[in-house]
């Protein structure tokens, strides 16, 4: 029952994440299939405004790391695990769950059909915009960022708390 708890407020407190970041489309220009990315870069109106590739790393690197340090010490002070592979397991499950979450509701069936998510001159765009092979490929890239992320954890919980 802990699981299906965790998940739904794990699911519920990224979906909030991702809205309040999202209020701002042009702040998460590379979260969009690459012809959007290139048409809103060649875009007069959004030419100052487009977060830099150091911008974007940075931004990566500290969700990583607020990641990182929420599942250890949800999994340690919640769950009680002490042992790496409890941390890289059960760590990785709550992982792929949000995950399997962020690409159906959030990127599918929210993202690719929200008018609100449409760059302003990529109107014609729509197959782009309903490109879900770019979300389902994302997934994946989540799941093997989640295998370096849960090894963290797992060290954390091993040696650290």
């Not at 998940?7 to 299939?33: A, E, G, H, K, Q």
């Not at 059909?113 to 990529?122: A, L, N």
């Not at 109107?123 to 490109?131: A, F, I, L, S």
């Amino acid at each position: 029952m802990i699981l299906v708890i965790e998940s739904v407020v794990l699911c519920v407190l990224f979906t909030v994440m991702v809205y309040i970041i999202s209020r701002n489309p042009i702040n998460t220009l590379y979260n969009y299939p690459p012809k959007i990315q290139e048409k809103v870069k060649s875009l007069e109106e959004y030419k100052d405004k487009i977060p830099t590739q150091k911008n974007k790393i940075a931004a990566k690197v500290s969700a990583s790391i607020l990641i990182i340090a929420v599942l250890s010490l949800v999994l340690r002070y919640i769950n009680g695990c002490s042992r790496f592979t409890e941390g890289f397991g059960y760590g990785f499950l709550l992982w792929t769950i949000v995950n399997l979450y962020d690409v159906i509701v959030l990127d599918i069936i929210w993202f690719c059909h929200d008018p609100r998510f449409v760059f302003k001159g990529t109107e014609d765009m729509v197959e782009d915009y309903h490109d879900y092979l770019f979300h389902i490929k994302g997934f994946f890239i989540g799941e093997l960022l989640a295998l370096i992320i849960c090894a963290v954890v797992g060290v954390i919980l091993q040696f650290v708390l």
